[in-house]
């Protein structure tokens, strides 16, 4: 499926990080999914009321499978987008969760044609926008001032005037779930990380928060 050409990498599936999971060595054929999210207005887009009908769209697609063709995009949950604010993610986002976790675990189905097989599939990537991601992942919402960054754990000052990285300023799993445990005991803890909350995408038990968030290209 894939043609590798040196020192270009057109799909997950050519990383390093696919060749060497053992999820993959030990089942070749599971699917890697992106997961996507972001708000549509369907009504009174320019008007005094905007914003009363928005609503929020959770797309998934399949990593190499011409991810940029609509019907290759597949719509799996809707929600109002004030309900987000109102309860939190983890309630909107349980029903996919958990069936996310079905599918890595595989999920037996029979095809048109009367074969019985194993689907099993793995979500690699969260993508969305800045303020969508952030959200999701339980970060700063507030990109002005404090740490609003997912990748690095930069004040928004530094990041006006950075011109290179710095390496030492990276998040890591293991730096942001004790972020994560330190803000439930200590919420004033947040003002120094810029995590707020535990993500609702970390009750997928394999799912590593920070590696699975991507740049906003857009």
């Known amino acids: 499926m894939y043609q590798n050409r040196p020192g270009i990498i057109q799909s997950y599936c050519e990383t390093d990080s696919y060749k060497n999971s053992e999820y993959y060595q030990k089942y070749p054929s599971a699917l890697s999914l992106i997961l996507y999210h972001d708000d549509i207005e ?37 929600c109002h987008a004030s309900y987000i604010s109102r309860f ?29 097989c194993v689907i099993r599939a793995k979500l690699e990537h969260n993508c969305a926008d800045d303020l969508a991601a952030n959200q999701i992942l339980g970060m700063n919402r507030s990109f002005s001032k404090g740490h609003y960054c997912r990748f690095c754990y930069a004040v928004a000052e530094l990041c006006a005037r950075m011109v290179s990285p710095d390496c030492s300023l990276y998040r890591s799993s293991t730096l942001h779930q004790r972020d ?7 919420p004033g803890y947040s003002k120094q990380t810029g995590v707020r909350e535990r993500s609702a995408l970390s009750e997928i038990p394999y799912l590593s928060i920070i590696d699975s968030t991507v740049p906003d290209i857009m």
């Open 88 to 116: 939190g993610y983890k309630p909107i986002l349980k029903p996919l969760v958990d069936d996310l976790g079905q599918l890595y675990d595989g999920v037996a189905v029979t095809l048109d044609d009367g074969t019985d």
């Open 180 to 186: 994560v445990d330190t803000v439930l005991i200590n």
């Open 42 to 78: 369907v009504g009174n887009v320019l008007g005094s009321r905007a914003g009363v009908h928005k609503l929020t769209m959770f797309y998934v697609a399949v990593e190499g499978f011409n991810d940029g063709k609509l019907s290759n995009i597949h719509l799996v949950t809707v």
